[in-house]
């Protein structure tokens, strides 16, 4: 599963600002997937075929992209913000489990 993007990564990309990245997702000449309802990610290929089919005015405020690494508690965080319900669901079922076992 490829690593979606996020406004700002595709912004970055290319070149514009988020507010004109939200724009092109409501024109229809960017496909946008929300997450939790309400965090847009982007799929980079579909990101990419867009700068290439439009012309973007520089925007000299956005810097060009580079390969920031990103940290392993960057990574962590998100990943228990968009699946803290099924954490804590498996947290759970797994006290239930041992609850029923000590219980037999």
Known sequence: MEKLWTTAEAAQF???TEVDVEQLV?????TGYKLGGQFLRFRPSQVEALKGTIRFRPNKKIKK???E???KVRHLKEFIYFYDFY???VVLLAVLVVYLIAAS
Do not use: F
């Open 65 to 67: 992209p580079h390969a």
């Open 26 to 30: 409501r024109e229809g000449k960017l």
């Open 87 to 89: 954490l804590v669901s």
């Open 69 to 71: 690494p990103v940290s």
């Open 14 to 16: 290319l070149g514009i």
